[in-house]
């Protein structure tokens, strides 16, 4: 794990600095991460467990259900009513609509990585992504190579 995401002394990366690492990582393989969220999944968390994977570091998923819970209270109507609406807007109109849900995105991730400052993360090798996948029945979906 490069030490350009890490932060202070939590071993947690910078809001920020996940956003844009989870960012080029869903966008090499974008399909594959969707179908975390096509099983009833999702995406922000699988992302955040296989960035804890390869800190090394690992977590109790139950910690993270309220964060999660609370945030796709918000998250998954707009999303839905996004895709929903996508034939009636224009051009512009569309994309506001998904530049905001990319605000609740980053927000979501926020709150996930707040939630573990609270109950900060064990330094030992976890199986969190194969863990969730494996809940969710999808590991042998696409991602599997990222959790051999």
């Not at 922000?44 to 964060?67: F, G, I, K, R, Y």
């Not at 709150?111 to 809940?135: D, F, K």
């Not at 991602?143 to 051999?148: G, M, T």
Request: glycine share 8%; net charge negative; hydrophobic share 40%.
């Amino acid at each position: 794990m490069s030490n350009d995401l890490m932060s202070g002394g939590s071993g947690l990366p910078s809001p920020l600095r996940f956003w844009h690492w989870s960012g080029k990582l869903y966008g090499s393989r974008s399909q594959d991460w969707l179908t975390v969220q096509s099983q009833g999944g999702n995406v922000n968390l699988a992302l955040l467990l296989h960035w804890l994977d390869l800190a090394e570091l690992s977590v109790d998923l139950t910690e993270l259900q309220p964060a999660l819970m609370q945030t796709e209270a918000v998250l998954a109507p707009w999303r839905a009513l996004r895709q929903c609406a996508k034939s009636r807007l224009d051009e512009d109109e569309y994309q506001a609509m998904l530049a905001h849900e990319l605000e609740l995105e980053q927000l979501q991730q926020g709150v996930l990585l707040q939630c573990l400052r609270a109950s900060p993360p064990r330094r030992e090798p976890g199986h969190n992504l194969m863990n969730y996948l494996t809940l969710l029945g999808a590991e042998q979906g696409p991602l599997r190579d990222l959790i051999c």
